[in-house]
């Protein structure tokens, strides 16, 4: 009778492990949904919008930019999604390369409408700053970012990205001027824990969502790659008037500086080759 109990105990929280992955799986779906809502609503009122024959040419340019920037965001929502499923099933790869930020940087900067439409200024700092890292997981994780700090700062404020070069290692940043954050919202940030009061009630719906979760899944994949990668940690702070997100990732080696020096090599042969024919034709 232990046995057969023990046996039905084991299968009860086989079951529980179960529906709770199962829950967190259709919470975050729901989310997905929550989330690109809006902006489908928004491409519904530019479409409207383009339709008014009053509007010139300049400003319907303008709504176009804005619909393909808010159809590159839905579509990004979708990746949030899968990749954070895959992170859950260690089914994530990882593409590591060194590359320049301002690469990626010049890619934000193009999705600037949808700060505009909010008011909301986006300010990117030049940066000479190489990492070591998946070239797309980084920019998922730079508009990650982006995208929180754009909601959650009203119209009037600033969002700063940077990137600092550090002792081993480069800081990504993403500041905002907006509503800030409370030690709760601080210490539940990255695992999306709701926030409850004594009675066990939700005490606030607006959330960071599931993209920080991922955020952190990402930093986590890449400190079991190697040692290299020790350095990459991710965080935030707040003091209660804006945010500011981080997340580190290793120097890269710039690969201009390894050609210039093959090419300087190919010139020394190049002379001394030059130098040995003349010497044969004296």
Not at 18 to 31: G, M, T, V
Not at 52 to 61: G, L
Not at 82 to 101: A, C, D, K, V, Y
Request: charged share 30%; net charge negative.
């Amino acid at each position: 009778e232990r046995e057969e109990i023990e046996e039905q105990t084991e299968v009860a929280q086989m079951h529980i492990r179960q529906n709770k992955y199962f829950n967190l799986e259709q919470r975050a779906k729901i989310s997905l949904v929550n989330s690109i809502t809006p902006l489908i609503d928004r491409i519904i009122h530019e479409v409207k919008s383009l339709q008014k024959e009053e509007e010139t040419d300049a400003v319907k340019r303008e709504r176009l930019t804005y619909i393909a920037e808010l159809t590159d965001e839905i579509n990004a929502y979708n990746r949030v999604l899968t990749n954070w499923i895959q992170l859950r099933q260690g089914e994530l790869s990882l593409h590591i390369e060194s590359f320049p930020m301002r690469d990626l940087f010049n890619i934000i900067s193009k999705n600037h409408v949808g700060f505009q439409m909010k008011g909301v200024e986006l300010q990117i700092e030049e940066t000479n700053a190489v990492v070591k890292a998946d070239k797309i997981l980084t920019l998922f994780m730079i508009n990650t970012l982006t995208d929180n700090a754009r909601k959650f700062t009203p119209s009037g404020g600033r969002v700063t990205i940077a990137a600092e070069e550090k002792d081993g290692f480069v800081e990504i940043s993403v500041k905002d001027t907006g509503i800030g954050m409370t030690s709760e919202q601080l210490d539940h940030l990255f695992d999306h824990k709701p926030i409850t009061d004594e009675h066990g009630e939700l005490k606030e719906e607006k959330s960071h969502g599931f993209g920080l979760m991922n955020c952190r899944g990402i930093i986590e994949k890449y400190r079991k790659i190697s040692q290299v990668f020790s350095v990459c940690s991710i965080g935030a702070e707040s003091d209660g008037k804006g945010s500011r997100f981080w997340f580190c990732l290793p120097k890269g080696v710039v690969r201009w500086i390894v050609f210039l020096l093959m090419f300087s090599g190919l010139q020394v042969h190049a002379k001394t080759a030059m130098k040995t024919a003349a010497a044969f034709a004296d």
